[in-house]
Structures are given as structure tokens and as C-alpha cells.
């Protein structure tokens, strides 16, 4: 009888090591077409329609007459919180620093 060579365990573990590489690889494909439902651009397919019914809407009028600045805030963030355009908080406070809100600082929204 001849003497055959026992298998080298590496030879077993190839296929299984090509097979976790690939399924690796289509978790990480997976996962970016996800992030890519939810980038801006993926967005802005489905904006339109909200953007023409947001101008035919009219534009609702702060309810509070002041802001409590918080950690973290800009006057781009308070905007969107207030519905009050930058442009606005800004000659409403002219004494108002953008680069310098503390937060507690008191913010007013309409006269």
C-alpha cells in the first residue's frame, strides 16, 4: 500500500476564510447603500414635492417671543428649531455675537 500525505489543515481552511472574506465584503456594500438611502443627496429626490407644498403653506409664526440658547446651538439650529429666518434673529438682537451665543442666553424671536 502506498503512503498518501495527510491534508495540511490550511487547505481546509482556505474555502472557509474566502467564504468570511466574502460575506464581509457584502456586509460592508450593504451597509453603505443604507447610508447612502439617508445622504442628502438620496434626499433630495423625494424634496421637491415637500419643498412646494412648504412655499404654498405660509410660513407659521413663532409662538414663544424668546429663545434660551443651549449647548451646542447657532443661529442656524436655532432658525430651524424657531422658524424665524437668521436674518431676522439677527436685526431682532443686533447687540447678538453668532460666534459668541453662551449658553442661557436669552434670544428674541418676534418684536
Do not use: W
Amino acid at each position: 500500500m502506498a503512503h498518501q500525505p495527510s491534508r495540511s489543515p490550511i487547505r481546509l481552511l482556505a474555502p472557509v476564510a474566502l467564504v468570511v472574506a466574502f460575506a464581509a465584503f457584502a456586509l460592508v456594500i450593504l451597509s453603505s447603500r443604507e447610508d447612502d438611502d439617508s445622504s442628502p443627496a438620496a434626499d433630495t429626490a423625494t424634496q421637491p414635492k415637500a419643498d412646494t407644498q412648504a412655499r404654498k403653506a405660509p410660513k407659521p409664526k413663532p409662538q414663544a417671543t424668546t429663545y434660551t440658547v443651549k449647548t451646542g446651538d447657532n443661529l442656524g439650529s436655532i432658525s430651524e428649531k424657531t422658524k424665524v429666518p437668521i436674518e431676522d434673529l439677527q436685526e431682532l438682537n443686533p447687540e447678538l455675537d453668532p460666534q459668541a451665543l453662551v449658553s442661557g442666553q436669552k434670544i428674541k424671536l418676534k418684536e
